[in-house]
C-alpha cells in the first residue's frame, strides 16, 4: 500500500509522482503536514476509504500553512473526495506558484497518464460577471473544461475574500449530469482559500476522470462488522447516529440548523455576544420571540416541512444538506451572519449568507468580523465614513422589527464585505484583524479587539470560535476553529478540560485522516480503527501513528492568551451562567467564580494556564 501524491508546480506547469509507505503516512493529514512541513505546499487529499461503501467517507481534506491562523491547519471539504479518488490518486500537492492566477486542470481517462494544465484566467472580470465571485468563476472554469470530460467532473474555487483577506474559504458545489448544483460545500475554515490564490496563484482546480480503484465494497463484510460490534446493520447504525443531521422528531426539526437553536433556549449569542451580560430571562424572552417563533419558524415550515434537503455530493443517508432554493443553511453560517449580526429574518440572513459566499469568506470568521464591526459602529467607537459604509445597526432588541430591522442589519452587512474587499476607508484586513486592529487601537487609544471574540495563535493569528457558549471554544489548542476540543455545555475544570480537548483532537484526527465526514462519528472512530485491522492489518500502528501526528501538531502551538475583553467575558459568563441558571455543584465552580470576583484578568490566566497544562501533558510524545 501506498499513498500516491501528485506534486505540481503551478509556476511551471512541471509535475510528477511520488508514492509514501502506508507503513508510515496513513492519509491525507499525517502525509499532508508532512509535505507542508518540507515544501510549504498546499495539499488535497482523500482517505483510503474514499470510493467505498462506508458513508461519509469521500470528504476532501485540505492541508497547509493558514494566513489565518499562521499555524499549520486542517480544513476539510464533504463529498469532493468521491470524484477526487477517480484521478487515482491520494493526494495534490503545489509545490509552487502561477506568476497569474490561473486554473489547474486535472483529467485522467482510462488508466491513462493524469493530464495537468496550469491556464491564466482573467479572474477579476470573471468574479465580476453573471452570478458573481465564486459561482460566477465555477460556471466560467466549466465552461472553459467541462466538454473534456467523460464523466461529471468537480471544481474547486475561490472569490475576492482570497485575494484581499486572510479569510478565504474554498468552495466546491456537486455537478450531476452537466448540472451545477446549488449545494455548496465548503474548506472554509483557516482561510486556505487565501493560500491557494496568494500563495500558489491558483484560482480554481477542476479535476475528474475515469480511473477505477479497488474499494471497499463488501456490504455482507462491513454488516458482520456492524453486527458483532452494535447488533446492527451498517446503514442501521448510521441511520441512528446521524439523526440530528437529518430530521430528529424530539425536536420536529432537522439539522444542526433546526436542533440547535430548538435546543439553545438561554444560551442565545446575539449582538456581537452582548446577549452574554442579560438576565436569562432577557435572553429565553428574545430566544422565543425572535428566533423560535420567527427564525426557526421560518426555516422549519420552507426547508424541513418541504423536505428541501441533499447530500455534498456523495451517497448518504444524513442528507445534512438543509436547503430553500438556491439558498443552503448551516447553523454556524446564519448564526454569525444571523443573531450574531442583529438578524433574525431568514429573507435578510439569506441576503447577507448568500452574498458573504459569493465573495469567498470563510462564513463563521467573516461572520464573526461584521458583528464586531457592527458593534464599533453602534458604540461609536469608529464611524461609517472610517469603515466605508452609509448607515449605523438597528441593534435595540426593545422593539425590534424583526423583518424590516434585520434587513438593514443585512444590507449594512454586504455595505461592509463590499468595504473591506475593496478597502474603503481604514479598512484593510490583507494581513488579519489582529494586525489591523493593533495599529488603529493606536491611533484612536482604544482597543477595538475588546469588543471581538476571537481565539489568538502566534503573533497576528486569530480565529472566530464556533458558536457555542462554551468554554472549550477558547482552548489554548494547536488548531482551534474546528472540533478539536470540547464544546459540552457543562463544567468542567480547566485542567481536566484540557485533557478532553487533546483527547477529542486525537479522536478527530482519527476520522480526518482516514476521510471521514464528523456527522458519522458516531460509529467510524471506534470502528473504522478496527477495520483497518482487518484489512491491512495495521489498527495499533494507525492509533499510534495518531498520537505521533497530534504531538506534532502539539510541539508547534504557539496559543496567546486572550487578547480581548469580550473573550473573558464569554468565558466569565458561562461560569456565572453555569452556577446560577444550571445550579451546578461542583464546588471547583463556585471557587474559579471567587477567583474571577477577586481579579477577572489573572482569573482567567489562570484558567488559560490550566488547560493548556492538560492539553500539554496529554498530547507530549513518550517514548
Known amino acids: 500500500m501506498f499513498q500516491r501524491v501528485l506534486l505540481v508546480d503551478p509556476a511551471t506547469g512541471f509535475y510528477r509522482t511520488r508514492k509514501y509507505d502506508f507503513e508510515r503516512y496513513y492519509g491525507p493529514v499525517d502525509l499532508g503536514i508532512h509535505l507542508a512541513s518540507q515544501h510549504r505546499s498546499l495539499n488535497f487529499g482523500v482517505g483510503i476509504f474514499a470510493g467505498s461503501i462506508f458513508p461519509g467517507s469521500n470528504r476532501l481534506i485540505v492541508t497547509g500553512f493558514s494566513p489565518c491562523w499562521q499555524g499549520y491547519y486542517i480544513s476539510t471539504m464533504g463529498g469532493a473526495g468521491l470524484i477526487f479518488d477517480n484521478l487515482g490518486i491520494n493526494m495534490l500537492s503545489l509545490v509552487g506558484k502561477a506568476p497569474v492566477p490561473s486554473v489547474l486542470y486535472l483529467n485522467r481517462e482510462h488508466g491513462e497518464e493524469i493530464e495537468v494544465e496550469v491556464v491564466p484566467i482573467d479572474l477579476e472580470a470573471v468574479w465580476k460577471s453573471g452570478r458573481t465571485g465564486v459561482y460566477a468563476l465555477t460556471d466560467r472554469v466549466y465552461e472553459m473544461f467541462g466538454q473534456r470530460y467523460e464523466n461529471?467532473?468537480?471544481?474547486?474555487?475561490?472569490?475576492?475574500?482570497?485575494?484581499?483577506?486572510?479569510?478565504?474559504?474554498?468552495?466546491?458545489?456537486?455537478?450531476?449530469?452537466?448540472?451545477?448544483?446549488?449545494?455548496?460545500?465548503?474548506?472554509?475554515?483557516?482561510?486556505?482559500?487565501?493560500?491557494?490564490?496568494?500563495?500558489?496563484?491558483?484560482?480554481?482546480?477542476?479535476?475528474?476522470?475515469?480511473?477505477?480503484?479497488?474499494?471497499?465494497?463488501?456490504?455482507?463484510?462491513?454488516?458482520?462488522?456492524?453486527?458483532?460490534?452494535?447488533?446492527?446493520?451498517?446503514?442501521?447504525?448510521?441511520?441512528?447516529?446521524?439523526?440530528?443531521?437529518?430530521?430528529?422528531?424530539?425536536?420536529?426539526?432537522?439539522?444542526?440548523?433546526?436542533?440547535?437553536?430548538?435546543?439553545?433556549?438561554?444560551?442565545?449569542?446575539?449582538?456581537?455576544?452582548?446577549?452574554?451580560?442579560?438576565?436569562?430571562?432577557?435572553?429565553?424572552?428574545?430566544?422565543?420571540?425572535?428566533?423560535?417563533?420567527?427564525?426557526?419558524?421560518?426555516?422549519?415550515?420552507?426547508?424541513?416541512?418541504?423536505?428541501?434537503?441533499?447530500?455534498?455530493?456523495?451517497?448518504?443517508?444524513?442528507?445534512?444538506?438543509?436547503?430553500?432554493?438556491?439558498?443552503?443553511?448551516?447553523?454556524?453560517?446564519?448564526?454569525?451572519?444571523?443573531?450574531?449580526?442583529?438578524?433574525?429574518?431568514?429573507?435578510?440572513?439569506?441576503?447577507?449568507?448568500?452574498?458573504?459566499?459569493?465573495?469567498?469568506?470563510?462564513?463563521?470568521?467573516?461572520?464573526?468580523?461584521?458583528?464586531?464591526?457592527?458593534?464599533?459602529?453602534?458604540?461609536?467607537?469608529?464611524?461609517?465614513?472610517?469603515?466605508?459604509?452609509?448607515?449605523?445597526?438597528?441593534?435595540?432588541?426593545?422593539?425590534?422589527?424583526?423583518?424590516?430591522?434585520?434587513?438593514h442589519n443585512a444590507e449594512l452587512g454586504c455595505e461592509l464585505i463590499d468595504a473591506?474587499?475593496?478597502?474603503?476607508?481604514?479598512?484593510?484586513?490583507?494581513?488579519?484583524?489582529?494586525?489591523?486592529?493593533?495599529?488603529?487601537?493606536?491611533?484612536?487609544?482604544?482597543?477595538?479587539?475588546?469588543?471581538?471574540?476571537?481565539?489568538?495563535?502566534?503573533?497576528?493569528?486569530?480565529?472566530?470560535?464556533?458558536?457555542?457558549?462554551?468554554?472549550?471554544?477558547?482552548?489554548?489548542?494547536?488548531?482551534m476553529g474546528k472540533y478539536y476540543m470540547i464544546y459540552s455545555h457543562d463544567f468542567v475544570p480547566p485542567r481536566t478540560l484540557g485533557r478532553m480537548c487533546a483527547d477529542r483532537m486525537k479522536k478527530e484526527l482519527i476520522l480526518d485522516n482516514l476521510g471521514i465526514c464528523r456527522f458519522h462519528r458516531g460509529w467510524a472512530e471506534e470502528m473504522l480503527p478496527d477495520v483497518l485491522g482487518s484489512l491491512y492489518d495495521c489498527k495499533e500502528r494507525f492509533l499510534r501513528s495518531i498520537d505521533v501526528l497530534a504531538s506534532r501538531l502539539h510541539s508547534r502551538n504557539s496559543p496567546i492568551f486572550w487578547e480581548s475583553e469580550r473573550t473573558i467575558d464569554y468565558l466569565h459568563t458561562f461560569l456565572k451562567r453555569k452556577k446560577e441558571v444550571d445550579q451546578a455543584q461542583d464546588p471547583r465552580l463556585g471557587e474559579w467564580l471567587e477567583k474571577f470576583d477577586q481579579d477577572r484578568v489573572e482569573a482567567a490566566r489562570e484558567f488559560w494556564y490550566e488547560m493548556l497544562k492538560g492539553i500539554d501533558e496529554s498530547l507530549r510524545e513518550f517514548f
Not at 488603529?440 to 487609544?445: N, P
Request: proline share 3%; charged share 25%.
Open 420 to 479: 473591506i474587499l475593496q478597502r474603503r476607508g481604514i479598512l484593510d484586513f490583507g494581513e488579519g484583524v489582529r494586525k489591523w486592529s493593533r495599529i488603529h487601537s493606536r491611533e484612536k487609544g482604544v482597543a477595538l479587539h475588546d469588543r471581538m471574540v476571537y481565539v489568538a495563535f502566534s503573533r497576528r493569528g486569530w480565529m472566530v470560535p464556533n458558536q457555542y457558549w462554551v468554554a472549550g471554544a477558547l482552548a489554548p489548542m494547536a488548531i
Open 152 to 407: 461529471d467532473p468537480r471544481i474547486l474555487v475561490t472569490g475576492p475574500a482570497a485575494l484581499h483577506t486572510d479569510m478565504g474559504g474554498i468552495m466546491s458545489v456537486p455537478i450531476t449530469k452537466g448540472k451545477i448544483s446549488y449545494v455548496d460545500t465548503w474548506a472554509g475554515r483557516g482561510g486556505l482559500g487565501s493560500a491557494m490564490l496568494r500563495d500558489h496563484g491558483i484560482a480554481a482546480i477542476i479535476y475528474g476522470g475515469t480511473m477505477v480503484t479497488e474499494d471497499f465494497r463488501d456490504r455482507k463484510v462491513a454488516d458482520e462488522w456492524f453486527r458483532n460490534k452494535y447488533d446492527m446493520r451498517l446503514m442501521q447504525k448510521d441511520l441512528e447516529v446521524t439523526t440530528k443531521y437529518r430530521y430528529d422528531e424530539k425536536f420536529n426539526t432537522g439539522g444542526t440548523l433546526g436542533v440547535n437553536y430548538a435546543t439553545m433556549g438561554g444560551k442565545l449569542m446575539a449582538f456581537n455576544y452582548r446577549t452574554i451580560f442579560w438576565a436569562e430571562e432577557e435572553r429565553k424572552a428574545l430566544q422565543e420571540s425572535l428566533v423560535v417563533n420567527h427564525y426557526l419558524r421560518q426555516f422549519n415550515e420552507e426547508t424541513i416541512a418541504a423536505k428541501q434537503q441533499a447530500t455534498c455530493g456523495e451517497p448518504c443517508p444524513a442528507v445534512c444538506k438543509k436547503m430553500r432554493g438556491d439558498y443552503k443553511k448551516d447553523y454556524e453560517p446564519y448564526q454569525t451572519m444571523g443573531p450574531l449580526c442583529g438578524i433574525f429574518d431568514q429573507r435578510a440572513a439569506e441576503k447577507l449568507n448568500h452574498h458573504c459566499d459569493a465573495m469567498g469568506f470563510d462564513a463563521i470568521s467573516g461572520g464573526g468580523v461584521l458583528a464586531w464591526l457592527m458593534d464599533l459602529l453602534d458604540e461609536k467607537v469608529l464611524t461609517p465614513e472610517e469603515l466605508g459604509v452609509t448607515r449605523l445597526p438597528r441593534w435595540e432588541s426593545n422593539g425590534f422589527d424583526v423583518v424590516s430591522d434585520s434587513m
